[in-house]
């Protein structure tokens, strides 16, 4: 009831001492377990929040915590999709440099069909496919029984606690799993209850148990052909990604759980991360430089630069330096040598440019011919030549000359 001033865990402690007066509670009694080294690992999906830029964001995270040692890998998804599900599972296996023999599961519709009768169910086909490629076994747990699987339960409230609070924050996904990926190995160094060694150093004695990783790892990625639009993009399930070739040209995409790779003529031209949203644009501005190149008049009102100005791609020092450029050479010539500048950035990357555009300003310079020197100078420098050591060589020195018998020659009180 809305109205009233009682907290949930108030609520929820109540109904509990209820229920145990009335003899409604069931009390079981478990035996614990021992697991030998390399034998079973668990998995389980959790939600965290984070900061991705300037959003904050729910994000669905992966974790596969072992048994013997306690080792725990953590990596964290937009979308809790069975590619993130089978993505997630080679990160693990590479971080823990082998494969466990079982895997232990909630019911998760990633992995199974059906529950069946028992302990039997029906996987998906893809599932199948990739446990057969990474030989190890899936055990799943009985519905509505998680204490069969206690060992990741704990770790995931755990590594909340350590991780997770505050909220952390990070450029994007990729960044944030840079970070999980520390916080795994910053925990290695936890020496679990009941134990004299560390989690690290019960992984290093672990790893010798390990099945060996596969030659190769299991082709997760959705191919498709799709062909460049009149607007420089491709559709790739519902949504929409630029890309810097011209209209009617037929690409090969490699969709993943967190990237877009777009490739052609055997090589990747564009690289997006994956937008789980519906009809959506996804739209890199260096993908339109050479077009705009061609009508710099577009640039002020285009979505490309609208979209980078939110992800925070194009700083406040880029509008001020183009201003400076309007107001030297005109609005249309201004912004040509805006793009121009832009440009460099596919050889000397943005924060080489964005530096220099800075050093101008700091300057009092809105020049482009200064930027483009700023920009390049570096690879300019020459550098001093070495002092090199005679050594040898000097067994090749000679006396200087003695000039003075040549005085006789000179008229007496003569100029000399």
């Not at 009682?6 to 007066?21: D, L």
């Not at 964290?76 to 089978?86: N, P, S």
């Not at 995931?156 to 990926?181: K, M, Y």
Request: proline share 5%; charged share 25%.
């Amino acid at each position: 009831m809305p109205d009233c001033p009682i907290a949930e865990s108030t609520v929820r402690r109540y109904v509990r001492e209820r229920k145990a007066a009335l003899g409604l509670l069931r009390r079981e009694t478990f035996v614990p377990q021992r697991y030998a080294w390399g034998s079973e690992a668990q998995v389980d999906w959790y939600d965290a929040v984070a900061d991705l830029g300037d959003e904050r964001v729910t994000l669905q995270v992966f974790v596969l915590r072992s048994m013997a040692s306690g080792a725990a890998f953590h990596r964290a998804y937009r979308h809790a999709t069975q590619q993130a599900f089978l993505d997630a599972h080679e990160h693990a296996f590479h971080y823990f440099g082998g494969v466990f023999r079982q895997l232990r599961y909630d019911n998760l519709s990633a992995a199974i069909k059906r529950v069946l009768r028992g302990s039997r169910r029906e996987e998906t086909t893809r599932f199948v496919a990739f446990r057969s490629h990474w030989r190890f076994a899936a055990e799943f747990c009985t519905p509505a029984e998680a204490h069969e699987k206690g060992g990741v339960e704990n770790e995931v409230g755990t590594f909340r606690r350590q991780h997770w609070v505050p909220v952390p924050r990070a450029r994007d996904l990729a960044d944030l799993n840079a970070q999980l990926l520390q916080a795994c190995r910053e925990d290695e160094g936890r020496i679990l209850s009941g134990r004299q060694e560390t989690v690290g150093a019960a992984l290093l004695t672990e790893r010798a148990h390990l099945l060996p990783l596969a030659d190769e790892d299991f082709d997760l990625d959705e191919v498709s052909f799709p062909t460049v639009n009149s607007v420089g993009c491709v559709k790739v399930k519902t949504n929409a990604y630029s890309v810097p070739l011209r209209a009617g040209t037929t690409v090969a995409v490699k969709l993943s759980a967190t990237t877009v790779a777009i490739w052609h003529a055997g090589r990747c031209v564009a690289r997006h991360e994956r937008c789980y949203g519906r009809q959506q644009e996804i739209l890199d501005l260096e993908h339109y430089l050479d077009v705009l190149a061609h009508k710099p008049g577009a640039l002020a009102g285009s979505k490309p630069l609208d979209q980078w100005r939110q992800l925070g791609r194009w700083p406040a020092s880029y509008d001020r330096f183009w201003e400076g450029l309007m107001a030297r050479q005109g609005r249309q010539a201004g912004t040509k040598a805006m793009i121009e500048l832009l440009q460099l950035s596919r050889t000397y990357g943005q924060p080489r440019l964005r530096a220099a555009i800075e050093q101008a300003l700091a300057l009092g310079c809105t020049d482009s011919a200064a930027v483009h020197h700023l920009v390049t100078a570096p690879d300019h420098a020459r550098v001093p030549a070495a002092t090199v050591e005679l050594g040898a060589l000097a067994r090749f020195e000679r006396p200087l000359p003695d000039v003075t018998p040549y005085d006789r020659l000179l008229p007496v009180g003569g100029p000399r």
